[in-house]
């Protein structure tokens, strides 16, 4: 590949790009090479307006943008000379002209790239005596957003993003010279699926998002890597906690998933983690109803009841429901534990809805292409075999069984003999359920997912998971060993559940939780149909 030199370090780059493009690409662009820069975004096209990242390329007499200079084999291009600071230090010093000094109580404070190169590459005071520019502040510019015109350095990556990203091209900059300002066209306001990405990118206090403006500083937060649950994309997030509580998502750059932008709908799921309908004990139903139990109590009397059927009617009459929103840890499990019972009739409920062709798939749920690979089928077949009354227990994973498209409503439960249920969140199932047990959202707890094309990603605790909360296959893995089912006397670990996943089903052959990194990959044969059936025994 062609090659140039900036500060004496070779870059490989590939026909095409910019400077900034094969920075980026290197994985160098400020760490390591400090090329500053606001209007460039590299899944958007090229601005050039900002003028911050101006270099020096030998052989040129002026100075040159980075993100709009092709970069050819045998350049040599310098960041550190004076004439370069000079022109930081102009650059830094006209975005400053008007900006105001309301960093204290700014919402971008801490995250603030205007704070951070002021520091960096800036003058030490300003020479302006004038007033500063007054203009709106804390606009609506639709449900999502409020803006704070006086801010906006008009680096135009919101503008760039609705023209090029969603294509609804709700804001344009209007006005010229010191009178331009963005703004949205009259009656269109920024109400698409991907609204909120203007916030991310935004990169001063110009654009908050409406749900984590002033929650909370941003200082205090820290950001775990994950996986969005909202649909079977899978889109790569960071969580950001504090106190043991996730605030909000904010999307991490993959190249192969996502890039870097995340739907509004996954964006707010976040708010699933802490709910306030989380089922908060184990229960056992009674004489006189669903009450609370200790997980102890709720193993045994699950475990009773499925001994009682397989005594008295064999396991052709036990059926498995499994989730999409289970990981692939999870999932393992609950296939080799139908397995050791005996059991065929096994199915993974999906909730459907909307799609469209960025990122949003109709499946609302991370890992059903996961459950396939593991020989769950169909959740239809599993519900024609409960309405005709072909099984007396059901184990359910979830509550998506209770969705229009598959049993709609309850009526179809309540003649069962047994229904366990283990879930996060309350739902009808609580009331015909006999044995329930709550579950952990995937953001307390590892192991990993497969997203509908096929690429496996981890997940990892952000949050510490309530104490009476336990992972599916840890619940099922104890239920398994009150049945002295085989394979099933050791305790739950995740780690070891991945590897022992990645040598028994060849779709996950290498695969584990450690193996995936930060980017995820790809089942094996990922680029055919995923394996209808990967039994475990």
């Not at 650059?91 to 919402?107: A, G, K, Q």
């Not at 006086?150 to 006005?175: N, P, Q």
């Not at 996060?424 to 952990?440: C, E, G, K, N, Y």
């Not at 096929?454 to 099922?476: D, I, M, N």
Request: charged share 25%.
């Amino acid at each position: 590949m062609p090659t140039f030199s900036i500060d004496e370090t070779e870059i490989e780059f590939a026909a095409g790009q910019s400077i900034l493009e094969a920075l980026d690409d290197a994985g160098l662009l400020m760490n390591g090479v400090d090329v500053p820069h606001y209007c460039w975004h590299p899944k958007l096209a090229v601005d050039g307006s900002c003028r911050l990242c101006q270099v020096e390329v030998e052989g040129m007499p002026k100075l040159q943008i980075a993100c709009n200079t092709p970069a050819l084999d045998g350049m040599v291009v310098r960041t550190k000379t004076e004439r370069v600071s000079a022109a930081r230090e102009g650059v830094m010093e006209l975005l400053l002209v008007n900006h105001p000094l309301d960093c204290p109580i700014c919402d971008q404070a801490g995250e603030c790239k205007l704070q951070d190169y002021a520091f960096e590459y800036g003058v030490a005071g300003s020479r302006s005596r004038e007033p500063r520019r007054a203009l709106a502040k804390n606009v609506p510019l639709g449900p999502t957003i409020v803006f704070d015109q006086e801010r906006c350095i008009l680096c135009r990556r919101c503008v760039r993003f609705c023209r090029e990203i969603t294509k609804t091209d709700e804001l344009a900059v209007v006005g010229r010279g010191d009178h331009s300002v963005i703004e949205t066209y009259p009656g269109k306001p920024l109400d698409n699926a991907y609204s909120m990405n203007v916030a991310d990118m935004c990169p001063v206090g110009a654009l908050t998002t409406t749900d984590f403006r002033f929650a909370i500083r941003v200082w205090f937060l820290e950001d775990v890597p994950g996986v969005c649950t909202g649909c079977a994309t899978g889109c790569n997030i960071h969580l950001s906690v504090a106190n043991n509580k996730v605030y909000r998502y904010q999307p991490r750059r993959n190249d192969d998933v996502n890039d870097t932008w995340i739907c509004d709908a996954g964006r707010m799921s976040y708010k699933e983690i802490g709910a306030a309908d989380r089922i908060e004990s184990a229960s056992v139903r009674n004489d006189h109803g669903l009450e609370p139990a200790t997980f102890e109590e709720a193993i045994t009397a699950a475990a009773t009841r499925l001994s009682a059927i397989l005594e008295a009617k064999g396991p052709s009459v036990i059926a498995g429901v499994a989730t999409a929103h289970a990981t692939n840890e999870d999932l393992f499990t609950f296939r080799r534990f139908l397995d050791a019972l005996g059991a065929d009739i096994a199915g993974v409920a999906v909730k459907r809805g909307a799609s469209d062709d960025l990122l949003i798939e109709a499946e609302k749920g991370a890992n059903a292409a996961g459950a396939r690979a593991f020989g769950f089928g169909e959740a239809a077949a599993v519900m024609k075999q409960i309405r005709s009354r072909s099984v007396d227990a059901v184990i359910c994973l979830g509550h998506d069984i209770l969705e229009d498209e598959l049993l709609g409503d309850t009526a179809e439960l309540v003649g069962l003999d047994t229904l366990i249920v283990l879930d996060t969140r309350q739902s009808a199932l609580l009331r015909v359920a006999h044995v329930v047990f709550p579950a952990r959202h995937a953001a307390e707890k590892w192991g990993t997912l497969t997203n509908f094309e096929g690429r496996v990603q981890r997940v990892q605790p952000a949050v510490t998971s309530p104490s009476y909360a336990h992972a599916e296959g840890f619940v099922l893995q104890a239920l398994g060993r009150a049945l002295a089912l085989d394979g099933f006397d050791v305790p739950y670990d995740a780690r070891a559940v991945s590897q022992a996943m990645g040598r028994k089903v060849q779709a996950f052959a290498g695969i584990d939780i450690d193996s995936v990194g930060d980017q995820g990959r790809p089942l094996l044969g990922a680029d055919s149909p995923l394996p209808g059936d990967a039994r475990t025994r």
